[in-house]
């Protein structure tokens, strides 16, 4: 586990900074399958809480405790039930073939694309949305290697049926379902 991101985002939540309800989200989830949902990297579980409103059996993780206890009260109050886990992305056990949709918000991890397509049931839904080159633009100290390549994500998961894909300005979002007869 890296220490120093998860001292620096356990900082950052209890200075108040929360993440919010994703727009592409609401925009494409009803096309996945209401069965296991995971969200990778979930904050503040505004995206967990979401989906498991909307019967999904929803894992999430983070690497920040902060998040995840914050995360943890909001389902409370919310009355609704996530598997919520802290933990570096380097050590969450993705299982083959499992999830129904997975989502990645606002968090790039290179090592992880494989082992997300792998995770995919046939016929399980990914959404993916992140920063690019572009914001660069508009914030020059941001570290580059959290930011996505000009038509990246369609490169790696070039193996999936795309739904829909856009770079529009700093943002690329990609939206793709990994076939029944995927081998
Ligand atoms: C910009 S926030 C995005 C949160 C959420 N996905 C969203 O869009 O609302 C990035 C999140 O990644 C988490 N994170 C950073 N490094 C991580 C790692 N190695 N493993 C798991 N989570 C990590 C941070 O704690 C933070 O909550």
């Known amino acids: 586990m890296d220490l120093k991101d998860r001292d620096r985002w356990n900082e950052k939540y209890k200075q108040g900074w929360r993440t919010s309800l994703n727009a592409t989200l609401l925009r494409f989830y009803q096309l996945a399958s209401k069965g ?36 943890n009260a909001l389902a409370l109050k919310r009355g609704v039930k996530v598997n919520l886990l802290m933990s570096d992305i380097e050590s969450f056990p993705f299982k083959g073939e499992y ?36 914001h660069l633009l508009s914030k020059p100290s941001f570290n580059r290697s959290y930011l996505l390549r000009e038509g990246e994500l369609r490169e790696v998961f070039k193996e999936l049926e795309i739904v829909y894909y856009e770079e529009a300005s700093n943002i690329t979002t990609l939206v793709a379902k990994k076939s029944s007869t995927f081998s």
């Open 99 to 134: 999830y129904d949709l997975i989502i990645n918000f606002y968090f790039l991890d290179r090592n992880s694309f494989s082992k997300i397509t792998a995770s995919l049931k046939q016929g399980g839904l990914l959404i993916f949305e992140t920063y690019n080159e572009k």
């Open 36 to 71: 296991k949902a995971l969200d990778i990297a979930c904050g503040s579980g505004d995206n967990s809480i979401f989906l498991a409103e909307k019967g999904f059996s929803v894992d999430a993780f983070d690497i920040s405790d902060e998040a995840i206890k914050i995360a």
